[in-house]
């Protein structure tokens, strides 16, 4: 069964850093692209980043040059370092995998995942 564990959330001030886990089970990271996707109130849900097995990266504008995707196969996690927050990056943040073979649809759309973590809040405030 697999399985997405997201931790590392929480409440920090505007140009503030947090680092989110996301830790798998039941599957390797070898075999998948994982992505990490946010949804504010009253907001639909939207990618923020993703890793493929092969490493590949890749951001949305909003975030590009703030967050930094990484993969740690061995401890079968994914980090998402998150700095220079902004009160716009409240959300609740999920992470996502989906096997590395689907190609048919990109990597930041979140119809595209079939797995699911529950999420964890980060909120940017002063």
């Known amino acids: 069964q697999l399985q997405l564990v997201e931790s590392g959330g929480g409440l920090v001030q505007p140009g503030g850093s947090l680092r989110l886990s996301c830790v798998v089970s039941?599957?390797?990271?070898?075999?998948?692209?994982i992505g990490w996707f946010r949804q504010a109130p009253g907001k639909e849900r939207e990618g923020v980043s993703y890793?493929?097995?092969?490493?590949?990266?890749g951001y949305a504008d909003s975030v590009r040059g703030r967050f930094t995707i990484s993969r740690d196969n061995a401890k079968k996690a994914v980090y998402l370092q998150m700095n220079s927050l902004k009160s716009d990056d409240t959300a609740v943040y999920y992470c996502?995998?989906?096997?590395?073979?689907?190609?048919?649809?990109?990597?930041?759309?979140?119809?595209?995942?079939?797995?699911w973590g529950q999420g964890t809040q980060v909120t940017v405030s002063s």
């Open positions: 890793i493929s097995n092969s490493g590949t990266t």
């Open positions: 996502a995998a989906r096997p590395s073979t689907y190609q048919n649809v990109g990597e930041l759309v979140p119809r595209s995942y079939q797995n």
């Open positions: 039941g599957f390797s990271l070898r075999y998948y692209t």
